[in-house]
DNA sequence: AGCTTGACTGACTGATCAGTCAGTATCTAA
DNA sequence: TTAGATACTGACTGATCAGTCAGTCAAGCT
């Protein structure tokens, strides 16, 4: 990778997360990554190309926090490596905040309707962020810390609650980020198993 | 309201929803709304006086729903309420499938950002929608149903749980209707006071 | 030196779109 | 009946934008 496609991918990253993909012409992308128009489609085939490729990077990124996770993983009960995943998925969206923010726009779901590769790799995000609470909560289950239920439907239902948290964050609808402690509990009460196993 | 502008706001809305607002053009609002374009900027100002009509006109919706549900209260305890407040917003989700689509659109929340009235919409719903939850878990600390825990933030994190199921099923990502019984489910066991306070 | 190639440039183009406007039709009330 | 108001029309305009293309430039090879 070049550095003139990285700061073509970066400028658009930014712009694609807070001005929107219709709202970000490619003028504005060319003066923001100071490359000439006609770069941007030396290295990309159209607009809808450029949003892919920050997607591919974002999987590719995404993969590699996944695996750093496990590599660490050091918890004592399943119902500890849920809290950790959380505190994993809120510190990735932090870091990450503009292509979450990418991530979280209709086109890219639209994209993926129609773009069979765009498909795969928003799946491919997707499902690595549910796999980690389902892995944990397979385990809590395992160690008798988490109460029995479908893992696969409550890992979905976490997800949605902490990718509620970074969206609150993005609108800026609450202060978002006092939430944290108060989700954690919830989280916990509503996973923890209560009756002893011994 | 006539008949004219009524029928452009209902075609705007959904091709909105489903389109998208930029990927909209005023020509084919006026071609699915079978209205003169012109007769468009005769009724709205603007494109975006447009949306900001369909988002009012989802606000007066949402109060009236809103004020049905409380006339219709017969829960026997906090938690029951709980309960029916998520019903009741999966089911007027359900219904007005394409205006909580324009909802949940970026653009609306942009548009929030740069017009005070369009704001002041948009907080109106926002706040209707977390104030059942709100209104339903004060009602279950008082009767003992649910557990202590601060009630705006814990409604605020049941609408979050409840309208990332909404999502789910706009973006087709998971049968998200088999899901329902399972966050009803997880928000029990979340929010019931297993204290007994006789 | 001459040749090739990949990176890069920015002026240009055809298409699209929001919004305008001059004019027409329909209604209403005196 | 008619004058004025309101509702409606669609061709038109100026602006914007994605994508193109003819050509420059520098590095590497022979």
Redesign the interface.
């Known amino acids: 990778m070049t550095r003139r496609k990285e700061s073509i991918l970066e400028a658009a990253a930014i712009l694609f997360a807070r001005k929107?993909f219709?709202?970000t012409s490619m003028s504005e992308v060319s003066k923001i990554s100071g490359v000439a128009q006609g770069t941007i489609f030396y290295h990309f085939k159209s607009k809808e190309g450029l949003l892919l490729a920050i997607l591919e990077d974002l999987k590719t990124r995404v993969l590699e926090a996944f695996e750093e996770f496990y590599r660490n993983e050091n918890f004592s009960c399943g119902l500890e490596m849920v809290e950790g995943a959380i505190a994993f998925y809120l510190d990735l969206a932090s870091r990450l905040e503009d292509r979450f923010m990418v991530l979280h726009?209709?086109?890219s779901?639209?994209l993926a309707l129609q773009n069979p590769g765009c498909r795969r790799c928003m799946e491919a995000i997707?499902d690595c962020f549910v796999d980690i609470f389902e892995q944990a909560i397979g385990q809590g289950q395992t160690d008798g810390s988490i109460?029995a239920?479908?893992p696969k439907?409550?890992a979905?239902?976490l997800h949605?609650?902490v990718?509620?948290?970074v969206?609150?964050e993005t609108?800026q609808?609450?202060e978002a980020s006092?939430?944290y402690e108060?989700?954690l509990?919830?989280c916990r009460?509503?996973?923890a198993n209560?009756v002893s196993t011994e």
């Open positions: 929107g219709n709202e726009r209709h086109i779901y639209e997707f109460v239920l479908p439907k409550a979905l239902i949605t609650m990718d509620g948290l969206r609150l609108y609808l609450y006092s939430l108060e989700l509990e919830l009460r509503m996973l209560t």
